[in-house]
Nanobody, 115 residues
């Protein structure tokens, strides 16, 4: 079973940057895809970015050109570099791992962008 721990959230002013990290442990060898999601108060959870096992990357429309997902396989870590942050980026950010039809979630990290 995969365990995920996010870190790097915090309070930042609009226009600033943050980098989130997600460390995976447990049964990580057959992870098909790693993703970042976010959920703002009163809104549905939405996909922010994903990276597949072969390195294919995709982003949600609202973050394209501002956020970058990458990974360090040796460290079992996926990162989300967030630039040009906006108040509407305020949310809890969750890391997720897809493995053999199962989806595992981290506990989330809060990102707050002040105007």
């Amino acid at each position: 079973q995969v365990q995920l721990v996010e870190s790097g959230g915090g309070l930042v002013q609009a226009g600033g940057s943050l980098r989130l990290s997600c460390v995976a442990s447990g049964g990580i060898f057959s992870i098909d895809q790693m993703s970042w999601f976010r959920q703002a108060p009163g809104k549905q959870r939405e996909l922010v970015a994903l990276i597949t096992g072969i390195g294919t990357i995709d982003y949600g429309n609202s973050v394209k050109g501002r956020f970058t997902i990458n990974r360090d396989i040796a460290k079992n870590t996926v990162y989300l570099q967030m630039n040009s942050l906006k108040p509407e980026d305020t949310a809890v950010y969750y890391c997720a791992a897809s493995q053999r039809g199962s989806l595992y979630w981290g506990r989330g990290t809060q990102v707050t962008v002040s105007s």
